[in-house]
């Protein structure tokens, strides 16, 4: 099912690699003008043999002209790292989240870089840099003016140009998982960098130094686990005194894991007589749907489906290899469900499909069974928070629960769209080994008209940062207009 690209490992990047059954040679220290050719005709073949329509934003004539432009202008040798930023941009300019060129962090790694210390926060509007972590030199909050001498702003601009993405704040927010090898990589600020920052509405200047790729590593780690409940893809809190619950929904992530979650959520809902339930999607990039499909099963009042049977995948040889792979795991277990087997259907033809052409996406097929053996499925007022960060699987999500009237969506209309390119393929560029990920598949979700290319709208327009403030009193005011 749907899967998402942010925040991917450097484990899972080699994973993928080692899935795809390519060599895993070691990247060349320099590429010759006659190999990056070649790589960016590969790169212009693989989009083009896995995407259903690259071109949907940008005319395939003028990305052909960037192409022949691209080769043409190459007059010297580069390495793996300059190779992706000469590239990575014309990708990015197809506008879909799910089709880019990976920056080579492994590469990088092996340089032992100096990276910038800060872990950061990133817009396109203002503040446009903001420091999270922060130290004795800058507090944590700050805002950052400039860096040496460049307005934060310039900043962004420039590194929007490698994101990809359909909606451009989602881009600018998405910039910050990368901000150690933007300020490295494409500024060229390695060592040490002056930051003018602003804090409590007063200006200062701080002389930084950089420090080594795997300390930041570790702070950012601890960083994100200095709250217990990020930790979780997802956890549960109980205001039993006002009557709500909060689930929060950090990522789509474990399927068995969502299962075991939400009979014991929905079980304390329910033996606590919860009347309403906020999810909170803000924060959510996506993953697996099929931990969406889990959750649904204790929202739902019907049967249900994320995704309209308008949803198309195309043959390729990546995805018949992915999909191969899928079926060999279903064809490993010792009973299948009906579900399995439903699935084991549609994959096999979906296999039989001759490559280039497209048809109707295998999970796309049939609409999931609401089970009839969940007593502690949630009937009271529910509400989803969301803002531009909410992508992928988490705007289907969310969609989902608009097609069906379950609750009411609240926050800012979502980075992810309800008609867009998904379920990313991936394969390698022969000679600078820069992995790229390729959409596969047209989803269209449930309640979603062909032309929908946009997020899903909230019922409930607010700044994400204030949403669950708003719900919080909105339910208060309820309670009290209740007695």
Request: hydrophobic residues 35%.
């Amino acid at each position: 099912m749907k899967t998402n690209k942010r925040n991917i490992s450097n484990l899972i990047i080699l994973l993928i690699i080692g899935l795809l059954n390519f060599s895993c040679t070691a990247e060349k220290e320099s590429l010759s003008i006659v190999e990056m050719r070649n790589d960016i005709d590969s790169l212009v073949k693989i989009i083009e043999e896995i995407h259903i329509n690259p071109y949907y934003k940008v005319s395939k004539i003028d990305f052909y002209k960037e192409i022949d432009s691209l080769k043409n202008n190459l007059t010297a040798e580069k390495d793996t790292i300059e190779f992706w930023k000469y590239v990575a941009p014309v990708v990015a300019r197809l506008e879909d989240g799910h089709t880019y060129v990976y920056f080579p962090y492994n590469y990088f790694m092996k340089k032992k870089p100096l990276v910038f210390p800060f872990i950061v926060k990133t817009s396109n509007y203002s503040p446009y840099i903001s420091i999270q972590d922060g130290d004795n030199s800058i507090p944590a909050k700050s805002e950052i003016i400039s860096i040496n001498g460049i307005p934060s702003k310039d900043l962004i601009s420039e590194y929007l140009q490698y994101e990809s993405g359909e909606d451009i704040q989602s881009r600018a927010e998405w910039i910050a998982d990368g901000f150690e090898y933007y300020i490295n990589a494409v500024s060229n600020i390695k060592e040490k960098c002056i930051i003018e920052y602003k804090t409590d509405n007063e200006v200062f200047t701080s002389n930084i130094k950089f420090i080594p790729l795997p300390e930041f590593l570790i702070k950012q780690q601890a960083f994100d686990g200095e709250d217990e409940e990020t930790e979780e893809p997802y956890t549960l809190k109980v205001k039993e005194d006002v009557s709500i619950a909060i689930i929060d929904f950090r990522s789509f992530d474990g399927i068995e894991r969502m299962k075991l979650f939400a009979d014991s959520a929905f079980t304390m809902i329910k033996e606590k007589k919860i009347d309403n339930l906020i999810i909170d999607l803000r924060e959510n990039g996506g993953g697996n749907s099929g931990v969406g499909d889990e959750l649904f099963q204790y929202l739902a009042k019907s049967d249900f489906r994320q995704y309209s049977d308008q949803t198309i995948i195309k043959s390729s040889p990546q995805l018949k290899y992915t999909l191969k792979a899928e079926k060999e795991k279903l064809k490993e277990k010792k009973h299948l469900t009906l579900i399995d087997s439903l699935d084991l259907t549609e994959i096999n033809r979906v296999l039989e499909t001759p490559y280039g052409q497209t048809t109707t996406c295998h999970y796309a097929k049939n609409a999931t069974t609401l089970k009839d053996d969940l007593p502690m499925r949630f009937t009271g007022n529910l509400y989803i928070l969301c803002s531009k960060l909410t992508y992928s699987s988490a705007s289907d999500f969310a969609q989902t629960i608009k097609a069906y009237n379950l609750g009411k969506i609240i926050g800012e209309e979502t980075g992810g769209w309800i008609v867009c390119y998904g379920d990313t393929f991936y394969d390698l560029l022969p000679h600078s080994r820069l992995i790229v990920g390729v959409s596969g598949v047209k989803f269209i979700n449930q309640g979603a008209k062909s032309n929908d290319w946009h997020g899903v709208i909230p019922d409930i327009i607010v700044p994400s940062d204030e949403s669950m403030e708003y719900v919080l009193e909105m339910i208060k005011e309820k309670n009290m207009r209740g007695f």
